[in-house]
């Protein structure tokens, strides 16, 4: 199945307003495509142009991805990732705060080829698994996963409840005064 995939997420507070206030996913065009032990920034945004809740009163949060883990201290690469941040939003970001890092050895499972897709979810009875790992390494195989075992968890209980609602259903409907209730 090969190594997981690595990120290290850093955060800074801004003082006053983030440079933009549009709630989007920046996104690294510089052609990286695998930054382990750098700090090559793959991903940013400004959380709180999302939820101004994310940050106090005042105050903006920056939430910057990198692909891999850098062999820095987080001091040092939140220099890097603020050098980077300085080419892309101006000098500003060269004073944005640096909170907190999180170094995440594992954040996503390996996606490269071949990648075993439809990987069952039901294990047992009444025990069902679900994630991108029964799927692709993605959003996407997630929420396919995601919904794959939902339909496996309606197919396994559907025997159970649908007599014990169609009783409910009856009742219900005999206390309304209706005589019989079919389905259409």
Not at 21 to 39: H, R
Not at 119 to 145: P, Y
Request: glycine share 8%; proline share 8%; charged share 25%.
């Amino acid at each position: 199945e090969g190594e997981s995939k690595k990120t290290t997420c850093l955060y800074f507070s801004i003082d006053g307003k983030a440079p933009t206030e549009e709630p989007i996913l920046y996104l690294n065009g510089d052609g990286v495509i695998d930054a382990e032990n750098t700090c090559k920034i793959n991903n940013m945004c400004f959380p709180s142009n999302v939820a101004p809740s994310y940050a106090p009163e005042g105050k903006s949060l920056v939430s910057v991805s990198l692909i891999g883990i850098p062999p820095e201290t987080d001091e040092q690469a939140a220099e890097k990732v603020k050098d980077q941040m300085a080419d892309w939003f101006g000098p500003e970001a060269k004073g944005w705060k640096f909170l907190k890092s999180y170094r995440i050895p594992y954040c996503q499972p390996n996606g490269e080829p071949p990648s075993l897709r439809d990987k069952e979810v039901k294990v047992d009875n009444f025990v069902f698994v679900t994630g991108d790992h029964r799927e692709t390494a993605s959003l996407n195989g997630a929420l396919r996963s995601g919904t794959r075992c939902g339909e496996a968890v309606y197919e396994a209980i559907k025997p159970i409840l649908l007599p014990k609602g169609q009783k409910l259903v009856d009742d219900f409907a005999k206390s309304k005064g209706i005589d019989s209730v079919s389905p259409s």
